[in-house]
């Protein structure tokens, strides 16, 4: 049998993801890491060590639709990729691809998050 994870009564924690372009989303669902800016790290990295589970919802900028979604599957380390070339990014992580669709905003227009005033979830 499995242990139980030792962060099993810890919050589950949700982030959007805005991509600048469709390649870097295809390049993460294809080889299952991503890199963010150095400002996010500290924050993906926080909710991945205090919570049971950190869900990533990817949007690229300006398509107006989600293009899927994955899990946190590792701290952000030093390690950089050269998949992203040198356009800011900070450390490589792990994401495990829960689902790859593109889905439009129109579909979670009932989500609103109450950490931007309530603002739809896009």
């Not at 924690?13 to 669902?29: A, D, G, V, W």
């Not at 690229?60 to 994955?70: D, E, L, R, T, Y």
Request: glycine fraction near 10%; charged fraction near 20%.
């Amino acid at each position: 049998s499995k242990s139980p994870s030792p962060r099993q009564n810890m919050p589950v924690r949700y982030f959007i993801m805005k991509s600048s372009n469709l390649q870097n989303i295809e390049i993460s669902q294809q080889k299952g890491v991503w890199s963010t800016t150095p400002s996010n790290e500290r924050k993906l990295n926080g909710a991945f060590w205090e919570s049971s589970m950190v869900y990533l919802i990817f949007s690229v900028q300006g398509s107006g639709h989600f293009q899927g979604f994955a899990r946190m599957g590792s701290s952000i380390g030093c390690e950089k990729s050269q998949d992203w070339g040198s356009a800011g990014f900070g450390g490589v992580f792990k994401v495990e691809w829960i689902r790859k669709e593109s889905i439009p905003f129109q579909f979670a227009q009932h989500l609103l998050n109450p950490w931007n005033d309530n603002k739809k979830v896009q």
